[in-house]
């Protein structure tokens, strides 16, 4: 065996808990030049915690060198976990006891056993082999809520000036990506499958990797695009079996209704579509990572990814014109290579809602892990919280120092607009003196969008300031 290697995680959503989280490390000081190896994490205290070996973004020769890790597990609100890795070579009567994944078997069923039951509510979906992209998205117990595909890449028309100036709606569908190949399950293993496809249209790719989790009821699709379209607008449509279906945004501070007129729109970092199938309310939400543009018509939802406008063109300069004779002179915006991500789930309206806060923090500041920040395994405790909150549509917008020095700041948010009853949790539990809450628990209640700021004491009491002068 080899020594263990420190992981430290840092988490700072109190919204959002049990996610995924994946790093790279080198699985010793130096490769492995025989036999085969197998990373296994633990935490702290010595509980062995399921974790999947990946192909890292490096592609070095040396016996699987460096390594890609990912899992999941509760981590603290606010806070630190600590684990540690050890590499493990599979001889003999070992290799036999290992699956397929390097797993024992028998660790593998009770985790995953585990954590069915802790977190129902999987995300079952279909990538059509013909298209390369998904055509059916489910959650357990509900009805089919998706109809068409999920994140259909459309080429639309954009002849309008850098601003869109005069312009309200791009629909005009102009060109679609093809498959280039079959899609490939690049990744299977117990804490997530990974299904990559690839699409092209003219001199432009999109390499589209769609994740799933066992134990996590999210899809995640993340998206790498060699975009090499001029004045041509990148849309991904959605569709979904929805009779009736409206559309929620988050704005700044809050969500509004946006209109089914086929005109764009702005948006924060997440959509709710609801509407009703088979008899019954049920919504799909979209959390993503800085696209804010989008349409809705007819039941079908189409976000704006890339825009390839003229650079700094204005209007009344006749840019047709002036292209007959030296096109390739201008210079045109969002060329070149983009990544970002996009988080969906579906179900009921209000669980959906109440998760859409938190899976957009996720992906704007996901779990930070480091395989280094050497400590003691003996000394240190297995977690490090600082504070959690509950429920999920309760966001943290802020947690620092007063100005004083003498006290924390927190802000809170009720984010999805309905009038809810929430708890914090500050450790370490304080003592019961006048002002204080049994255990560190702050019970607090908000009216729909009602931000509030509080200032917690050393000694454990706690007030709610106004927004600025924390007094």
């Known amino acids: 065996n080899s020594p263990p290697l420190p992981v430290t995680v840092l988490n700072a959503n109190p919204s959002l808990r049990h996610v995924p989280v994946e790093f790279e490390c080198m699985a010793d000081h130096r490769p492995f030049w025989k036999g085969k190896w197998r990373m296994r994490l633990f935490r702290a205290d010595g509980r062995e915690v399921v974790c999947q070996e990946e192909q890292p973004e490096s592609l070095l020769p040396f016996n699987s060198w460096r390594r890609r890790i990912s899992f999941i597990d509760d981590l603290p609100g606010v806070g630190v976990s600590r684990y540690y890795l050890k590499a493990f070579e599979e001889r003999g009567h070992v290799r036999r006891e290992m699956n397929s994944e390097g797993r024992p078997a028998e660790l593998r069923r009770s985790a995953r056993s585990r954590d069915s039951d802790k977190y129902p509510g999987r995300v079952a979906f279909r990538v059509d082999p013909a298209t390369g992209l998904v055509t059916s998205l489910k959650t357990a117990g509900s009805p089919r809520s998706l109809a068409g595909t999920l994140f259909e890449p459309l080429v639309i028309e954009d002849t309008a000036d850098s601003w869109g100036t005069g312009r309200g709606s791009y629909r005009k569908i102009v060109g679609r990506f093809k498959s280039s190949c079959r899609p490939l399950v690049i990744e299977h293993g117990p804490v997530r499958t ?31 695009i060699t975009w090499n379209e001029e004045r041509r607008r990148l ?21 509004i209704r946006r209109p089914a007129d086929g005109e764009e729109h702005v948006h924060g970092r997440w959509l709710v579509v609801e509407g009703r199938s088979g008899g019954r309310p049920m ?104 504070l959690s909150l509950k429920p999920c549509s309760i966001r943290m917008l802020a947690c620092k120092r007063s100005w004083d020095g003498e006290a924390l700041i927190v802000r809170l948010q009720e984010a999805v607009g ?20 049994p255990d560190g628990h702050v019970p607090l209640s908000f009216k729909a969008f009602e931000i509030k700021t509080l200032r917690i004491e050393k000694s454990g009491s706690w007030r709610a300031v106004r927004m600025i002068e924390e007094e």
């Open 235 to 255: 849309k991904l449509g959605v569709s979904a079996t929805l009779s009736a279906p409206t559309l929620l945004a988050e704005v700044p501070g809050g969500a």
């Open 283 to 386: 919504a799909i939400g979209v959390a993503s990572s800085g696209q804010h543009g989008v349409d809705f018509k007819d039941g079908e939802l189409r976000l704006s990814i890339l825009r390839s406008s003229a650079y700094c063109h204005e209007q009344g300069f006749d840019l047709d014109a002036a292209m007959g004779t030296c096109s390739q002179a201008w210079k045109f915006a969002d060329i070149g290579v983009h990544e970002f991500r996009l988080l969906v789930t579906a179900g009921g309206p209000l669980p959906v809602m109440s998760m859409m806060p938190g899976l957009a923090d996720h992906l704007a500041a996901p779990p930070a892990a480091y395989a280094h920040l050497p400590y003691d395994i003996k000394q240190v405790q297995a977690v490090e919280s600082l």
């Open 194 to 224: 990974v299904t990559r496809s690839i699409l092209t249209y003219r001199n432009s790719r999109i390499v589209m990797d769609v994740v799933a989790y066992p134990s996590w009821p999210v899809l995640e699709f993340r998206f790498r």
């Open 418 to 437: 309905k009038k809810t009853k929430a708890e914090l949790k500050i450790w370490p539990p304080t003592s019961q003196e006048r002002g204080h809450v």
